[in-house]
């Protein structure tokens, strides 16, 4: 709900990793020149609104801290109270931005060494990046999307809120690591896709409800292998190239990934959503999908290199690294 409501109000939502130290949030904060946060007061042990105050003691430019949740610090706004307290709420914006400010977006934050890449992505792109999930997993309105994903960075925005709003979808988010609560919710009756990381495939597979699913969306980071799946019925491969982009395709072997089903270009109705090549052993992008460290180069249409490289044994593509 903070993501829409920013960009309802035209302003620029910017995902940042709720698990980064306050070091790494100070450079995230610096890059995109933040001007508000909002946060949570905790999270399991972590603290997070007090170490945003921390971090905002070195930037004069941070002017508004927001927190939910109990026992939010002095000097922070206390979100909970002001959501159940029935008020008058000034007009917003009937567009996110106009068109002196370009098209409107958000930004998310490469998770690097440096940790300061930051990439702009238009509203457009966002959909352009779901679509092809969605057409993949056959999501439909009034299906029960459920993701172990949080909306911090672009595969977790576009895999769970984005294909929502695209399929018409309901989003149920849940903890990673809570297998009761979630075998219970796979006990449902509604028509469910789920989302996971990648790495949780094998134990995905042996809970008792998995087959259920009409689809298993396994959203993987480099480095990968394609082979030796234990097979989950339905499967959908979303592969992260970084904060660029994602490479997206429903697996037609119940085993393996299909390197030549994520390297290809992907289309719709309109044209090419995201277009890759290979070159040599690296893989290059290109198209409406890609993100963009640079708001100005966002209409540009040049191959971008992926920062892939592919693996082969033989003629046989075997991972991406």
């Not at 933040?34 to 945003?52: M, N």
Request: aromatic share 4%.
């Amino acid at each position: 709900m903070s993501i829409l409501a920013v960009g309802k109000a035209g302003l620029t939502p910017c995902l940042m990793d709720v698990t980064a130290t306050a070091g790494e949030l100070s450079s995230a904060i610096e890059t995109a020149d933040v001007r508000a946060v909002i946060t949570q007061a905790r999270l399991g042990p972590d603290r997070l609104a007090e170490k945003l105050c921390f971090v905002a003691a070195g930037f004069f430019r941070l002017r508004f801290l927001l927190a939910f949740g109990p026992a939010v610090p002095d000097g922070v706004v206390d979100l909970d109270p002001i959501l159940l307290e029935p008020r008058r709420t000034a007009a917003v914006p009937s567009s996110a931005a106009s068109a002196d400010e370009g098209e409107p977006g958000l930004v998310t934050f490469a998770r690097d060494a440096a940790g300061k890449t930051a990439y702009f992505r238009t509203y457009r792109s966002l959909i352009a990046a779901a679509a092809p999930i969605v057409g993949a997993a056959k999501l439909h309105p009034g299906d029960r999307l459920l993701t172990l994903l949080p909306p911090d960075d672009l595969k977790g925005v576009v895999t769970g809120l984005v294909a929502g709003l695209v399929a018409g979808a309901t989003v149920e988010t849940h903890a990673v690591f809570a297998e009761q609560r979630l075998s219970q919710a796979l006990a449902g009756p509604e028509p469910t896709h789920l989302v996971v990381p990648g790495w949780m495939e094998p134990a995905i597979a042996e809970l008792p409800n998995a087959r259920a699913l009409l689809s298993t969306i396994l959203v993987h980071e480099p480095p990968l292998a394609l082979d030796g799946r234990p097979g989950l019925g339905r499967a959908v491969d979303v592969l992260c190239c970084s904060e660029l982009a994602l490479l997206s395709s429903a697996r037609s072997a119940a085993d393996r990934i299909g390197s030549m089903d994520l390297c290809t270009a992907k289309e719709n109705g309109s044209g090419a959503l995201l277009e890759a090549r290979i070159d040599g052993d690296q893989l290059w992008l290109r198209g409406p999908a890609l993100a963009w460290p640079d708001r100005a180069e966002v209409e540009a249409a040049e191959w971008r290199p992926s920062g892939l490289r592919i693996e082969r044994k033989g003629a046989e593509v075997t991972g991406l690294t």
